[in-house]
């Protein structure tokens, strides 16, 4: 699996960015997402995450009713829509494939794509 993230930039606080995770491999449809970020100085940490059955979401307290992850399994994509940013929300933000466990704990997510970059300015 090769994962190719996008969408990330320089934004003001209170705008929006979405990104978007490319997935290749024929296994995308039935394979859970997550979300993860990671920001200066500081370790990577949960975002958000969607189940491929049912589609189910969860989301981090810290973006909760701020962010959306979404999917879209005939594109091989999943999405991060981003409203009402803060400059906390500044970080590279991984897109990943996840395995096992708690969609917490970062040792369940298996492959991870390259990061793209979300600058919030205050």
């Known amino acids: 699996v090769q994962l190719q993230a996008s969408g990330g930039g320089l934004v003001q606080a209170g705008g929006s960015l979405r990104l978007s995770c490319a997935a290749s491999?024929?296994?995308?449809?039935?394979?859970?997402m997550g979300w993860l970020r990671q920001a200066p100085g500081k370790e990577r940490e949960f975002v958000a995450a969607?189940?491929?059955?049912?589609?189910?979401?969860y989301y981090a307290d810290s973006v909760k009713g701020r962010f959306t992850i979404s999917r879209d399994n005939a594109k091989n994509t999943v999405y991060l829509q981003m409203n009402s940013l803060k400059p906390e929300d500044t970080a590279v933000y991984y897109c990943?494939?996840?395995?096992?466990?708690?969609?917490?704990?970062?040792?369940?997510?298996?492959?991870w794509g390259q990061g793209t970059l979300v600058t919030v300015s205050s």
């Open positions: 969607i189940r491929w059955r049912y589609t189910s979401t």
């Open positions: 990943a494939t996840h395995l096992s466990g708690s969609f917490s704990d970062l040792a369940g997510y298996n492959y």
């Open positions: 491999g024929r296994t995308f449809s039935s394979t859970d």
